[in-house]
């Protein structure tokens, strides 16, 4: 009977090595799937706490102090030099800051209302009363938008007496300025008022019209719309000049966003578009120009920065690769948010990915750190300061990031964060060979910004 039961014959043990295999074969497969899903499934835990973060969380980057000296603070924060503060030095300074609000209406003219009495007779002896003091309460008054017309009367004058002897008359007219629109009601001031309405404040032009309507004036859109277009001609010369000016800069700064343009010649009103932002230095003049193109390429930033040699600060975009004469600048405000949205995303249970992303934002935060401390200070001083206390700091990010890199996967949030510090390394640090530079392209995005949000408001720009 045992000898029945064995698996003796050679066919027997082959079938049972071959289902070994097969088993074994399906085994790996399988530990292969769960870790492909396990991967994805933390991938799409990561992206949904990012989309809870940006739609329900706070929108500011901003840490507490204990995440941004979470692993050396007392190191980061010593400094021997620094006296022992005192009592009296503390409530004066705090008392300081206090701001005055008279100090801010000094520069406004001021209505004087005064109340007298009708009759300054004393009730008790019938004397006449004197002014012994008074009483003063002040308040801002608003005084509404109006609208005037002003006529412009040029007076045509004729000679009298070729009039009664010549056979000619000389007729004379009195210099007036030209219209700034021809045959147009419009005024400098009201097209610079409408304009400033709705690409500073964002207004749209239907419900400025409907703002005109209470005035009792009916201006439709489209006359605002012409007169905005009409009214950007005149502004052409100041922008080119703006531009030369612009491009003869060693430091710039330039960044692009998408805006949706409706009624536009051979194309959808669905296509993106973008605007662009050129804009000098902060240890510049202020000069911040705009561009209009239809695509993102790089042509765009070629043909526009063409003639400039200098530092050009960017969000790490390629589009700004490859401009003669052009060395690029990195932002670590794009690196360090990286590092907050992996915080963001972090699932939960993964305290590792966690530590590991507070890491890499204390990095940067000590660097923003020393960014602030250097305010008010010269180039040079930045410069030898940089050098001295920021290159430490880097170089230690730098073995960080190498580090971390094979700890980590790559398409997580946190992988993404350290590879695009690696990929942006070599302009992350440029910014330590001139003490004009900025760590940032913060710039450039608070530029941008009010754009933005007329984006928001307006949703859709339209073009006549």
Not at 128 to 139: A, D, G, L, S
Not at 298 to 316: E, I, Q, R, V
């Amino acid at each position: 009977m045992a000898d029945k039961m064995t698996f003796s014959t050679a066919d027997s043990q082959e079938e049972l090595f071959d289902t070994c295999v097969k088993l074994q074969y399906q085994n790996e497969e399988l530990s292969s799937t769960i870790e492909d899903l396990s991967l994805k499934l933390k991938w799409y835990e990561e992206q949904m706490n990012l989309a809870k973060a940006k739609r329900f969380g706070a929108s500011s980057e901003a840490t507490g102090q204990q995440t941004l000296d979470l692993f050396n603070e007392t190191e980061s924060e010593q400094s021997i030099k620094t006296p022992e503060p005192e009592l009296e030095k503390i409530s004066y300074e705090r008392k300081k800051r206090m701001t005055d609000p008279e100090s801010k209406l000094k520069d406004l003219p001021v209505q004087r209302i005064e109340y007298v009495l009708e009759d300054p007779t004393c009730p008790q002896c019938q004397g006449e009363m004197h002014v012994m003091t008074q009483e003063i309460r002040k308040e801002l008054k608003v005084i509404p938008a109006q609208l005037v017309i002003v006529e412009h009367v040029r007076n045509v004058y004729a000679c009298r007496n070729c009039e009664a002897h010549d056979i000619k008359t000389p007729i004379i007219k009195a210099d007036m300025p030209d219209a700034v629109i021809p045959k147009s009601m419009a005024s400098p001031s009201l097209v610079a008022y409408i304009m400033n309405r709705k690409y500073c404040e964002a207004i749209p032009l239907y419900r400025q019209e409907q703002q005109f309507q209470n005035f009792g004036i009916d201006l439709s859109r489209q006359n605002l719309a012409n007169w905005m277009i009409a009214g950007a001609k005149w502004l052409d010369f100041l922008y080119e000049r703006l531009h030369e000016i612009l491009l003869i800069k060693t430091i710039l700064h330039a960044d692009e966003t998408t805006v949706q343009v409706i009624h536009e010649k051979n194309r959808k009103a669905d296509n993106k578009s973008y605007m662009w932002v050129y804009l000098t230095g902060s240890s510049d003049e202020s000069i911040t120009l705009y561009e209009y193109q239809e695509t993102r390429s790089t042509k765009h930033p070629k043909a526009f920065l063409s003639g400039f040699k200098g530092y050009l600060h960017t969000d790490g975009y390629a589009g700004y690769q490859g401009i003669d004469g052009v060395k690029l600048v990195g932002c670590f405000a794009h690196a360090r948010r990286k590092f907050d949205e992996a915080i963001k995303a972090a699932p939960k249970g993964a305290d590792q990915t966690l530590l590991a992303s507070r890491e890499g934002l204390d990095f940067c935060n000590q660097l923003f750190k020393i960014e602030r401390d250097l305010e008010g200070k010269t180039g040079e001083q930045r410069q030898e300061t940089r050098l001295r206390r920021s290159k430490p700091i880097l170089e230690q990010f730098w073995r960080w990031l190498m580090e971390k890199q094979k700890q980590v996967l790559p398409k997580s949030s946190l992988g993404t964060a350290i590879q695009y510090c690696l990929n942006q390394w070599s302009k992350l640090q440029v910014y330590l060979e001139d003490g004009r530079l900025d760590l940032s392209n913060n710039r450039a995005e608070r530029a941008i910004k009010p754009f933005v949000i007329g984006r928001n408001y307006v949703s859709k720009l339209i073009m006549c």
